[in-house]
C-alpha cells in the first residue's frame, strides 16, 4: 500500500497570516512537522502543499518536497485533494502544518486504522484535554465519539454537557486526517458543488462533511500533548514548550 503524507500550508491565514513561517528555535513551524512526518517509515512520500511562492522558497532553501497548488481552495482538505489527484496513493495522511509539536507516533496512529478495516475511508485522532482551558477554548475542536471510537460530532463549544456528574474527560482533535483517495474525492466534488456542508459551515470543522453526510469516521485516541497554533498566544505557548525541550529536534 502507497502512503504519502500531505501538510497544507497557507500564508494567506485569516487569524495568523504567515504562520507556517513563524521561527520556533531557530526553524519554521512548517519545517517541525515535516521532520517528523519524515520519521513515519509507512511514507513513501512527504510532500508540502501550498499556493505561495513565499512558502515554496523556504521548502526549497530546507530541502522538503513541495507541491504548488491552486490559491483557490476554501479549504486545507481541498488542497490535500489536488495533490492526491497529481500523486496517486492508495492512502493519504493530511497533517496540519501548525501543530509543531506532533510526534511521528502519533502521525503514524491515523494509518493502523486501515490495515484492519478495508472498508474505512477516513481516520483522525484526539487525545485527553489536560488542560481546562481548552475545553471553553473555541479554538480547540472537542470530539464527540460512540462506544467503538466513531465520530458523532465535533464542535468549538464544551460538549457534551456533563448533566450530575463533572467527572468527565472531554477530548480534542489531533489534525491528523487519514484519507483513501475516494474520500478526497468526494469532499472536493462536494465543495464544488455545494460548498461547505451545514454544521461544517456553522462550526468550521472541515470534518463535519464526512459524519454529515454518513460516512464513518474511525478516531483514534493518542496520548500527545501536541498544540496547535492557531493564536499569537498558541505560538508563545508553543515556543516556551521547545524551550523547555530545549529544542531536542532541531539539528
Not at 485569516?14 to 520556533?24: A, E, H, M, N, T
Not at 515554496?56 to 490559491?71: A, G, R
Request: charged share 25%.
Amino acid at each position: 500500500m502507497k502512503i504519502i503524507a500531505v501538510i497544507p500550508a497557507r500564508y494567506k491565514s485569516s487569524r495568523f497570516p504567515g504562520k507556517p513561517l513563524v521561527d520556533i528555535c531557530g526553524k519554521p513551524m512548517i519545517w517541525w512537522v515535516y521532520q517528523q512526518a519524515l520519521k513515519v517509515e509507512e511514507f513513501s512520500e512527504v510532500y508540502v502543499a501550498t499556493d505561495d511562492e513565499r512558502i515554496k522558497e523556504v521548502c526549497d532553501q530546507l530541502s522538503m518536497n513541495v507541491v504548488m497548488t491552486s490559491s483557490e481552495h476554501p479549504t486545507g482538505t481541498d488542497r490535500v485533494g489536488e495533490v492526491a489527484q497529481k500523486i496517486p496513493a492508495d492512502l493519504i495522511v493530511n497533517i496540519q502544518g501548525d501543530e509543531p509539536l506532533i510526534e511521528s507516533s502519533t502521525i503514524r496512529a491515523a494509518i493502523l486504522p486501515f490495515y484492519d478495516d478495508s472498508t474505512l475511508r477516513v481516520s483522525n485522532l484526539m487525545t485527553k484535554i489536560s488542560n481546562p482551558v481548552d475545553v471553553i477554548n473555541p479554538t480547540v475542536p472537542k470530539v464527540i465519539v460512540n462506544k467503538d471510537g466513531v465520530g458523532v460530532y465535533l464542535t468549538r463549544a464544551a460538549t457534551p454537557h456533563p448533566k450530575g456528574n463533572i467527572e468527565y474527560d472531554f477530548y480534542k482533535q489531533v489534525c491528523v486526517y487519514g484519507f483513501r483517495p475516494e474520500a478526497l474525492k468526494f469532499f472536493c466534488d462536494y465543495g464544488k458543488k455545494f460548498g461547505k456542508a451545514k454544521i461544517e459551515a456553522i462550526e468550521d470543522i472541515e470534518l463535519l462533511r464526512f459524519i454529515e453526510n454518513g460516512y464513518k469516521v474511525q478516531f483514534i485516541e493518542v496520548q500527545s500533548d501536541t498544540v496547535a497554533v492557531d493564536t499569537l498566544n498558541d505560538l508563545h505557548r508553543v515556543r516556551d514548550i521547545m524551550k523547555k525541550r530545549r529544542c531536542a529536534y532541531e539539528h
